[in-house]
């Protein structure tokens, strides 16, 4: 059995879409005798359409962008990667991730709206953060170490005892600023955002 590869097609009008649709399917059938699956065939605006990963944006001067779909499954893949990792040391666990990021960035440097990037970065340090919180465990550790990290007692112990969990608590100004991205640079964490523009200045 023979599959073709995804293409997309790109017309001035939906009714150009229509009669193109209904032309290339007629020639992959007849002609190649391919069989077209109807269900991922369709006719609609570039910006809601994705390709190999990447989709468009809706502006006037289109640009391309991650496809959602793409976030999604790169966030599923950091999760299961990061599920177990909870009484390891950060080095490790950084270790374990970083291909990950390395290659995604990659792939999608491509990429023209930065802005899903951005965020992309940002959950992954919340993540970790995340990490460091439940390995601190106890409330007197978690105050001990964000003053080594530069926190005053006073909110250091505040923010330690304040009850939250953890997922609240490593994205809270707190351990933002305890642990900023210059920190994670440092510590050898691949920055998507970074990776991506570093990739775009060398082509």
């Known amino acids: 059995m023979r599959y073709a590869d995804d293409a997309n097609i790109y017309v001035r009008s939906h009714r150009a879409g229509e009669r193109v649709l209904a032309s290339v399917e007629r020639f992959l059938r007849e002609r190649l005798k391919l069989t077209v699956n109807r269900k991922k065939s369709q006719v609609a605006r570039a ?18 962008r991650v ?14 990667l990061l599920r177990s990792v909870r009484a390891r ?49 106890r409330p007197s550790t978690r105050a ?33 600023q305890a642990l900023p991205k210059k920190l994670w640079d440092r510590l050898g964490l691949v920055s998507i955002l970074d990776t991506i523009n570093r990739l775009s200045r060398m082509t």
């Open 47 to 64: 910006w809601k359409c994705d390709y190999l990963g990447y989709g468009m944006s809706w502006h006037q001067q289109p640009r391309l």
């Open 67 to 80: 496809a959602t779909m793409s976030l999604g499954r790169v966030r599923d893949r950091l999760r299961a």
């Open 89 to 137: 040391k950060m080095a490790t666990v950084i270790e374990r991730i970083n291909p990950v990021l390395r290659g995604w960035a990659g792939y999608f440097k491509l990429s023209q709206s930065k802005g899903p990037v951005v965020e992309l970065d940002g959950w992954v340090r919340h993540k970790l953060r995340c990490v460091i919180w439940r390995q601190w465990k």
């Open 144 to 176: 001990r170490n964000l003053m080594r990290l530069g926190l005053g007692e006073e909110r250091a112990c505040k923010s330690a005892f304040n009850g939250r969990g953890p997922w609240w608590n490593s994205g809270a100004p707190h351990m933002n």
